[in-house]
């Protein structure tokens, strides 16, 4: 029993209570206690992951209590390779995008006011704004730490209250729609779930007592026809979370409306519960299913590569592009999962960290020149190198990055995926491996525009990156390098998790000579 | 010998949760005919919550005895529903007790109306409703259907529960048209209420008297009795279970019995509509179960297919129209009808824990909706209550905390977890899909998220809307109301975090004495 993981959760709730009770006024120091409370929590994870054995229990740190008799329900923690991961990303990511948003409120209130009569009611509350960026910290945190479905159940809706809360109050001019489109779509994915979570539970209680413990429902014999629909009702809900193709409509608008430092989260973060579900859930619990529907969901992930990709080609709006982007970074990450070999497991793991710095840093960057330029339109902007030189710079490092350039962190788990899957279905991989022309061709396409060529008048004065945004971004972009180069730190983390996993689906990695052996007959 | 009638023997000690509030209620009456007209008011509310305490009381004391049994030669089971459902009825009722004393909203004082029976809008009726001048029959008339509604999820014989219908029902008629505002819709929602009301009971009884015809007894034991017996007239038991079912489902609001709901609800004077759809859904509730548990137990394959219809129909219809609604108080009323349906789906489980999970939902129910009714009294314009949706645009702006305090109540019975309205809608579900209904779950589910999204529509008036130039002030209330809304609040927000206590009371109370 060891504490640890609780901890961490619990510390930006409390954070996140101090902010919010503290007397109106005192914003900066809202501010200061919200960022010290997520680098406590960052060096807390930090030394989870030095205390993680790799080698040791698959889940480690593991904390369990009774919660709810009546349901076989516990307070169930703790983490493997994958969720540990993840856990690292979310108590990287979240200082950063306190840093990153440190007056974006402010600035909101003022654009508020510009155009509009009623000043003073304009006024968002900052304390709000950073409160529920920590709230949704400990969901998230939650979300991966549970070893109970019903309390994984139970952080994978309750998340959606602060970011939901989060567009709505403080996106853009279209938030309400994109707010309760958000909150729609995953609640109805969400609730299907649910039925299938009661479903398993009815199940584990014909064959012992009943019970929401994830090893233990790994153990149950389940038929075919229950499997195929439990897998469905978990499937649907995590294909609209990820978001695969066709469940991705809800994600341009969210991401787009979302304030950069709440897109910064959902697409880096709560977008990753979707894959993770995968991995965790969808396969281990019901691998009969899993290796019956994977052709199909690998057929959407690579529709979903190709499609996203040309949707963000056409884009006009910086924040809807990056948002499309991702669409086609989750066609790789689904491909990755279910394609059942190690490499593209642990390749898909990898995506997810790495997509998440990226991504992260992209949202970020463009959310700094939004600041500036007041529009998300790339036709407002052009030749903006020429003022602000070094938010062009990383504006081209994050863009490499996300087209997978060698030499940074995203080519790793890309190619590691790629690999994987060609083993198995070699023309899926093959036509993937389009995606990346055109992943040159987006980033590029929008750099050129945004940056290079004439300087308008209009942006002659453009402020470049100040200290505070250069520091925000710093962390991710040296991460980036530094997996890009020396990512054998997080696979050999990752690996043995996926292992497990690979395991339980009953998937054993093809030999080289049997390439195009399918999945079905391996069992 | 014709003269020789004996007298029933009743055993008065666990009739008394019942004794007490008709009693209270009694005292009510005299309270108003001899108690000063200034002091009147402050005794009404001492002898009703002092009354509903000592039933509680007398409740928590049955309860911890813990033996089920039949008293007043077997027309009364007091059994774990029973005094759950006792229990719940009276904790409830003391909310809508405090609300009705409500005085400080409205700036004439008090919500009800002192002569209901004006003509809306003649003369007598204007000025009258800007006088401050007050009466309190209300009171006793609260206390009268606390008393029916305490009685009627006990009834094991149906004449007996046709008398708790009536007794339960008669005061809230009258009630509905006391509002002190928009006295037109008021009378409009007694009247309607008061004759589909007549009709369903005239169902009730004709489906009581089709089932003396089958059984040749009204107590449910013998129909059960009755059910398992070769060579009796199967026509007369599925046209009294029918029509029973008729008369039941009225009160609960489910569809195709729904119509008046809306109107009622919003017609009613707030804490009147409280009153109506925590306490009746709970009373109306334990009857429905107590009838279909215990007298026709054995025979479920003749309704069970019903029932599914209706929940499937309740559910859908409630949460579709709800949608449409442009007034918050018929928002809430098509909400409770999507509930009834999602508590039809514990019900239709038939086992164990569907009747735990039922009696565990009616009670979270229960007080979210009373806090919410209490929230939506809050919200007022010159012209009184300030109900439609639109007057409610930018509330988290002006008033955050009553905004939060709603979009938490909202989130509860959207079912979002971490509330109550979560854990007991998993409650039913499960019990649901154990008992076999999955389709009915799929159904539940999938209407979980339509009701999710007008709840979700309030919270973006409230929080993602700029307030309107001219929107409606929250008023700032007295004690009363401010109790009644932090109860409700703190047992959603417990009841979603630590549920087992009263999962586990629950639990031990779903057993029936039959």
Same mark, same amino acid.
Not at chain 2, 162 to 178: C, H, I, K, Q, R
């Given at each position: 029993m060891s504490p640890s993981l609780t901890l961490i959760g619990v510390v930006p709730l409390v954070g996140a209570l101090v902010v919010a009770l503290l007397p109106q006024g005192k914003d900066v120091l809202a501010k200061q206690v919200a960022l010290a409370t997520s680098l406590v929590v960052l060096v807390l994870t930090l030394v989870l992951c030095v205390n993680f054995d790799p080698q040791g229990d698959r889940f480690q740190f593991v904390q369990s209590y009774d919660w709810i008799r009546a349901f076989g329900v516990h307070y169930a923690v703790g983490v493997d390779g994958i969720a540990l991961v993840l856990v690292a990303l979310i108590a990287v990511l979240v200082p950063v995008v306190l840093l990153a948003s440190w007056d974006d409120v402010e600035a909101l209130t003022e654009v508020g006011t510009e155009g509009s009569d009623a000043p003073a009611a304009k006024r968002k509350s900052v304390r709000s704004f950073f409160a529920l960026l920590l709230v949704l910290e400990t969901m998230m945190i939650g979300v991966f730490a549970a070893t109970d479905l019903f309390l994984f159940y139970v952080f994978f809706e309750a998340m959606?209250?602060?970011?939901?809360?989060?567009?709505?109050?403080?996106?853009?001019?279209?938030?309400? &729609?994109?707010? @309760?489109?958000? %909150? /729609? &779509?995953?609640? @109805?994915?969400? %609730? /299907?779930?649910?039925?299938?979570?009661?479903? /398993?539970?009815?199940?584990?209680?014909?064959?012992?007592?009943g019970t929401f413990s994830f090893e233990a429902l790994t153990q149950l014999n389940l038929s075919h026809t229950t499997q195929a629909w439990l897998f469905l009702g978990f499937f649907i809900a995590f294909a609209i979370k990820a978001p695969l193709f066709p469940f991705h409509t809800w994600l341009p608008d969210a991401g787009a409306e979302a304030p950069t430092g709440g897109a910064v989260l959902l697409v880096g973060v709560l977008d990753k519960v979707g894959t993770f579900g995968f991995l965790r859930y969808c396969l281990p619990l019901f691998p009969w299913a899993a290796r019956e529907f994977a052709p199909y969901v690998i057929a959407l992930s690579v529709i979903g590569v190709i499609y996203g990709a040309l949707l963000a080609m056409g884009q006009k709006d910086l924040k809807r592009l990056v948002s499309y982007t991702s669409v086609a970074h989750f066609g790789f990450i689904g491909m990755g999962c279910f394609a059942f070999t190690t490499q593209a497991g642990t390749g898909a793991v990898l995506y997810m960290v790495n997509h998440g710095l990226s991504t992260g840093a992209l949202f970020m960057v463009i959310g700094f020149l939004i600041n500036r330029g007041r529009s998300r339109f790339i036709s407002d902007y052009s030749g903006i190198a020429k003022v602000a030189p070094t938010l062009a710079a990383l504006f081209f490092v994050s863009g490499l990055s996300s087209l997978a350039l060698p030499g940074l962190s995203t080519f790793i788990s890309e190619f590691l995926v790629l690999v994987g899957t060609f083993e198995r279905y070699t023309v899926a991989a093959v036509v993937a491996t389009t995606g990346i022309i055109l992943a040159a061709l987006y980033i590029l396409l929008a750099y050129q525009r945004t940056m290079q060529g004439a300087l308008s008048s209009a942006h002659a004065a453009l402020k470049d990156l100040s200290g505070r945004e250069v520091a925000a971004l710093a962390p991710l972009i040296a991460l980036m390098i530094l997996l890009g180069f020396y990512p054998k730190p997080v696979t050999d983390i990752i690996n043995p998790a996926v292992k497990v996993t690979m395991q339980e689906v009953g998937a054993q990695d093809p030999a080289p000579t049997d390439v195009a052996k399918p999945a079905a007959e391996s069992k | 010998m014709p003269t020789d009638i004996q007298a029933p023997s009743i055993a008065y000690l666990p009739l008394l949760p019942i004794l007490i509030v008709f009693g209270a209620a009694t005292l009510g009456v005299l309270v108003e005919a001899f108690v000063p007209a200034h002091q009147r008011r402050l005794s009404q509310v001492v002898v009703a919550v002092a009354g509903l305490v000592a039933s509680l009381g007398a409740v928590i004391y049955l309860a911890a005895d813990g033996t089920s049994r039949l008293v007043a030669e077997s027309?009364?089971?007091?059994?774990?529903?029973?005094?759950?459902?006792?229990?719940?009825?009276?904790?409830?009722?003391?909310?809508?007790?405090?609300?009705?004393?409500?005085?400080?909203?409205?700036?004439?004082?008090?919500?009800?109306?002192?002569?209901?029976?004006?003509?809306?809008?003649?003369?007598?009726?204007?000025?009258?409703?800007?006088?401050?001048?007050?009466?309190?029959?209300?009171?006793?008339?609260?206390?009268?259907?606390?008393?029916?509604?305490?009685?009627?999820?006990?009834?094991?014989?149906?004449?007996?529960?046709?008398?708790?219908?009536?007794?339960?029902?008669?005061?809230?008629?009258l009630m509905a048209g006391l509002a002190r505002r928009r006295r037109l819709l008021s009378q409009e929602a007694a009247l309607k209420y008061f004759l589909l009301g007549a009709f369903a009971s005239a169902f009730f009884l004709y489906g009581v008297a089709l089932l003396y015809g089958y059984a040749g007894s009204v107590d449910l034991g013998d129909i059960l009795t009755a059910t398992s017996q070769a060579?009796?007239?199967?026509?007369?038991?599925?046209?009294?279970?029918?029509?029973?079912?008729?008369?039941?489902?009225?009160?609960?609001?489910?569809?195709?019995?729904?119509?008046w709901t809306p109107d009622v609800y919003q017609g009613s004077p707030t804490p009147v509509t409280a009153l109506m759809a925590a306490c009746t859904k709970v009373a109306a509730f334990g009857a429905l179960l107590r009838v279909f548990y215990v007298g026709f137990g054995t025979s479920q394959w003749d309704w069970r297919p019903m029932l599914w219809a209706v929940a499937i129909l309740t559910m859908v219809v409630g949460a579709i129209l709800a949608v449409t609604q442009t007034d918050v108080k018929r928002m809430l009323a098509y909400s409770s009808i999507a509930h009834t349906g999602f508590i039809l789906v514990g019900v239709i489980a038939i086992n164990k824990s569907g009747l735990s999970g039922t009696l565990f939902y009616l009670l979270t129910y229960g007080f979210t909706t009373i806090a919410s009714f209490a929230v939506v009294g809050l919200v007022r314009d010159s012209a009184g209550e300030a109900t439609h949706l639109a007057q409610?645009?930018?509330?988290?702006?002006?008033?955050?905390?009553?905004?939060?305090?709603?979009?938490?109540?909202?989130?509860?019975?959207?079912?979002?977890?971490?509330?109550?309205?979560?854990?007991?809608?998993?409650?039913?579900?499960?019990?649901?899909?154990?008992?076999?209904?999955?389709?009915?779950?799929?159904?539940?589910?999938?209407?979980?998220?339509?009701?999710?999204?007008?709840?979700?529509?309030?919270?973006?008036?409230?929080?993602?809307?700029?307030?309107?130039?001219?929107?409606?002030?929250?008023?700032?209330?007295?004690?009363?109301?401010?109790?009644?809304?932090?109860?409700?609040?703190?047992?959603?927000?417990?009841?979603?975090?630590?549920?087992?206590?009263?999962?586990?009371?629950?639990?031990?109370?779903?057993?029936?004495?039959?």
């Amino acid at each position: 029993m060891s504490p640890s993981l609780t901890l961490i959760g619990v510390v930006p709730l409390v954070g996140a209570l101090v902010v919010a009770l503290l007397p109106q006024g005192k914003d900066v120091l809202a501010k200061q206690v919200a960022l010290a409370t997520s680098l406590v929590v960052l060096v807390l994870t930090l030394v989870l992951c030095v205390n993680f054995d790799p080698q040791g229990d698959r889940f480690q740190f593991v904390q369990s209590y009774d919660w709810i008799r009546a349901f076989g329900v516990h307070y169930a923690v703790g983490v493997d390779g994958i969720a540990l991961v993840l856990v690292a990303l979310i108590a990287v990511l979240v200082p950063v995008v306190l840093l990153a948003s440190w007056d974006d409120v402010e600035a909101l209130t003022e654009v508020g006011t510009e155009g509009s009569d009623a000043p003073a009611a304009k006024r968002k509350s900052v304390r709000s704004f950073f409160a529920l960026l920590l709230v949704l910290e400990t969901m998230m945190i939650g979300v991966f730490a549970a070893t109970d479905l019903f309390l994984f159940y139970v952080f994978f809706e309750a998340m959606l209250i602060p970011m939901y809360f989060l567009i709505g109050s403080y996106g853009g001019p279209r938030r309400s &729609y994109a707010a @309760v489109k958000f %909150l /729609l &779509y995953s609640l @109805v994915g969400g %609730l /299907l779930m649910l039925a299938a979570v009661i479903g /398993l539970y009815v199940q584990s209680a014909k064959q012992g007592p009943g019970t929401f413990s994830f090893e233990a429902l790994t153990q149950l014999n389940l038929s075919h026809t229950t499997q195929a629909w439990l897998f469905l009702g978990f499937f649907i809900a995590f294909a609209i979370k990820a978001p695969l193709f066709p469940f991705h409509t809800w994600l341009p608008d969210a991401g787009a409306e979302a304030p950069t430092g709440g897109a910064v989260l959902l697409v880096g973060v709560l977008d990753k519960v979707g894959t993770f579900g995968f991995l965790r859930y969808c396969l281990p619990l019901f691998p009969w299913a899993a290796r019956e529907f994977a052709p199909y969901v690998i057929a959407l992930s690579v529709i979903g590569v190709i499609y996203g990709a040309l949707l963000a080609m056409g884009q006009k709006d910086l924040k809807r592009l990056v948002s499309y982007t991702s669409v086609a970074h989750f066609g790789f990450i689904g491909m990755g999962c279910f394609a059942f070999t190690t490499q593209a497991g642990t390749g898909a793991v990898l995506y997810m960290v790495n997509h998440g710095l990226s991504t992260g840093a992209l949202f970020m960057v463009i959310g700094f020149l939004i600041n500036r330029g007041r529009s998300r339109f790339i036709s407002d902007y052009s030749g903006i190198a020429k003022v602000a030189p070094t938010l062009a710079a990383l504006f081209f490092v994050s863009g490499l990055s996300s087209l997978a350039l060698p030499g940074l962190s995203t080519f790793i788990s890309e190619f590691l995926v790629l690999v994987g899957t060609f083993e198995r279905y070699t023309v899926a991989a093959v036509v993937a491996t389009t995606g990346i022309i055109l992943a040159a061709l987006y980033i590029l396409l929008a750099y050129q525009r945004t940056m290079q060529g004439a300087l308008s008048s209009a942006h002659a004065a453009l402020k470049d990156l100040s200290g505070r945004e250069v520091a925000a971004l710093a962390p991710l972009i040296a991460l980036m390098i530094l997996l890009g180069f020396y990512p054998k730190p997080v696979t050999d983390i990752i690996n043995p998790a996926v292992k497990v996993t690979m395991q339980e689906v009953g998937a054993q990695d093809p030999a080289p000579t049997d390439v195009a052996k399918p999945a079905a007959e391996s069992k | 010998m014709p003269t020789d009638i004996q007298a029933p023997s009743i055993a008065y000690l666990p009739l008394l949760p019942i004794l007490i509030v008709f009693g209270a209620a009694t005292l009510g009456v005299l309270v108003e005919a001899f108690v000063p007209a200034h002091q009147r008011r402050l005794s009404q509310v001492v002898v009703a919550v002092a009354g509903l305490v000592a039933s509680l009381g007398a409740v928590i004391y049955l309860a911890a005895d813990g033996t089920s049994r039949l008293v007043a030669e077997s027309a009364l089971a007091i059994d774990g529903p029973a005094l759950f459902l006792q229990g719940t009825l009276c904790v409830l009722g003391i909310g809508s007790i405090l609300l009705l004393s409500e005085r400080r909203l409205d700036r004439s004082g008090g919500v009800v109306v002192s002569q209901a029976a004006n003509a809306p809008g003649s003369r007598e009726d204007l000025r009258l409703a800007e006088s401050s001048h007050v009466q309190t029959e209300v009171y006793p008339l609260a206390m009268f259907a606390l008393g029916g509604m305490l009685l009627f999820p006990a009834c094991n014989n149906l004449l007996l529960m046709f008398v708790a219908l009536e007794v339960l029902s008669l005061p809230l008629y009258l009630m509905a048209g006391l509002a002190r505002r928009r006295r037109l819709l008021s009378q409009e929602a007694a009247l309607k209420y008061f004759l589909l009301g007549a009709f369903a009971s005239a169902f009730f009884l004709y489906g009581v008297a089709l089932l003396y015809g089958y059984a040749g007894s009204v107590d449910l034991g013998d129909i059960l009795t009755a059910t398992s017996q070769a060579g009796k007239s199967d026509g007369l038991l599925y046209l009294g279970v029918a029509m029973l079912g008729v008369g039941l489902l009225f009160k609960v609001g489910a569809v195709p019995f729904q119509a008046w709901t809306p109107d009622v609800y919003q017609g009613s004077p707030t804490p009147v509509t409280a009153l109506m759809a925590a306490c009746t859904k709970v009373a109306a509730f334990g009857a429905l179960l107590r009838v279909f548990y215990v007298g026709f137990g054995t025979s479920q394959w003749d309704w069970r297919p019903m029932l599914w219809a209706v929940a499937i129909l309740t559910m859908v219809v409630g949460a579709i129209l709800a949608v449409t609604q442009t007034d918050v108080k018929r928002m809430l009323a098509y909400s409770s009808i999507a509930h009834t349906g999602f508590i039809l789906v514990g019900v239709i489980a038939i086992n164990k824990s569907g009747l735990s999970g039922t009696l565990f939902y009616l009670l979270t129910y229960g007080f979210t909706t009373i806090a919410s009714f209490a929230v939506v009294g809050l919200v007022r314009d010159s012209a009184g209550e300030a109900t439609h949706l639109a007057q409610w645009a930018g509330l988290g702006k002006r008033s955050p905390l009553v905004a939060g305090v709603f979009a938490l109540l909202l989130f509860a019975l959207a079912g979002i977890p971490l509330t109550s309205g979560f854990m007991a809608k998993f409650a039913v579900f499960k019990a649901a899909t154990e008992g076999g209904a999955t389709a009915l779950v799929v159904v539940g589910v999938i209407a979980s998220a339509v009701t999710a999204f007008f709840y979700a529509r309030v919270v973006v008036l409230m929080f993602f809307q700029e307030p309107t130039v001219d929107g409606p002030t929250v008023a700032v209330p007295s004690a009363y109301t401010a109790v009644t809304i932090a109860v409700g609040v703190a047992f959603t927000v417990i009841l979603g975090i630590v549920p087992q206590p009263v999962l586990d009371l629950a639990g031990k109370a779903a057993t029936f004495i039959r």
